[in-house]
């Protein structure tokens, strides 16, 4: 066993699961969510549900973290007795929060600091925070929990439709799926994060429904062949479609592990709109 003092700390986009955050004593570092008039800490004093009923009105913009907080973070975590820190973030191809954070960590002292960028989104990104949780809660030593973390990013995947692309659109993430904007065909594009952990289009159905259904197509055949891995099913205000989803999934994967579902956080419903349905799934070392 292990006697290095190791903490974990994530960002608010990696969404990982409050019951999680306990569990392994994550340090949380919170991305803004800015309206025109006022400013808010994703998850703190915003909800997800207030950002949905408020769209109408004006759809806020995102801000990585500022310096000053990622540096109050890492003081905090110092003062509990940590000597060593795995940040994960979301995908380097998504924000400034995996540079933001490499950047303080090189110039921290007190603190060795090692930066998981997942290449990844969402609970996709946040299943590495929980199994560096459970390596630690195992024994693994610092060097080894950093290295099997690097050598298993494409082990997490998740699959998502949106409702519209238009907030994806506006809020610049677009990536590679925006030659699908504004279709008349009404084709709805699966999106995945690609290798270098920017959005794209994995697969295109027409309607609502049948997208679903390939989004839950393409989470089994990512699941195949491997005898354990951890699943979710996630969703933005779609939470009916989230159960039908739920209802059908979970018996064709037999080798699950832990289960994680519910609403995303506000900052990523910021950049998906209402009616995000997303599949995640993490494969488990044998």
Not at 104 to 130: C, P, Q
Not at 160 to 181: H, N
């Amino acid at each position: 066993m292990t006697k290095e003092k190791i903490a974990i700390l994530t960002d608010t986009c990696c969404d990982v699961p409050k019951e999680y955050v306990e569990k392994y004593h994550m340090y949380v570092l919170p991305l803004k969510i800015i309206y025109h008039d006022q400013e808010y800490i994703d998850g703190v004093n915003i909800t997800a549900r207030e950002i949905y009923d408020r769209l109408d009105q004006e759809i806020p913009k995102s801000s990585l973290p500022d310096g000053e907080t990622i540096i109050r973070l890492f003081d905090q975590i110092k003062q509990d007795g940590y000597d060593k820190v795995i940040a994960v973030t979301l995908s380097s191809g998504l924000s400034g929060t995996y540079n933001m954070v490499s950047l303080i960590a090189r110039e921290y002292e007190g603190l060795d600091i090692s930066v998981l960028d997942t290449k990844n989104i969402a609970i996709g990104a946040g299943f590495h925070a929980i199994q560096a949780g459970r390596y630690i809660e195992q024994g693994f030593d610092f060097k080894t929990v950093c290295e099997k973390l690097s050598l298993e990013i494409k082990d997490s995947r998740v699959f998502f439709v949106v409702k519209t692309l238009e907030y994806l659109q506006k809020g610049g993430r677009i990536g590679l799926v925006a030659s699908l904007f504004g279709n008349a065909l009404n084709l709805k594009p699966i999106i995945s994060c690609n290798d270098e952990g920017i959005y794209y289009t994995v697969s295109k159905v027409r309607g609502r429904s049948q997208s679903i259904h390939k989004t839950m197509d393409l989470a089994l055949k990512f699941a195949a062949g491997h005898k354990k891995y951890d699943v979710a099913i996630v969703h933005g205000d779609g939470l009916q479609d989230a159960e039908h989803v739920k209802e059908i999934l979970l018996p064709k994967l037999s080798g699950r592990e832990a289960l994680i579902e519910g609403q995303i956080s506000p900052v990523l419903g910021v950049h998906t709109g209402p009616g995000l349905i997303g599949i995640g799934i993490h494969f488990i070392e044998e």
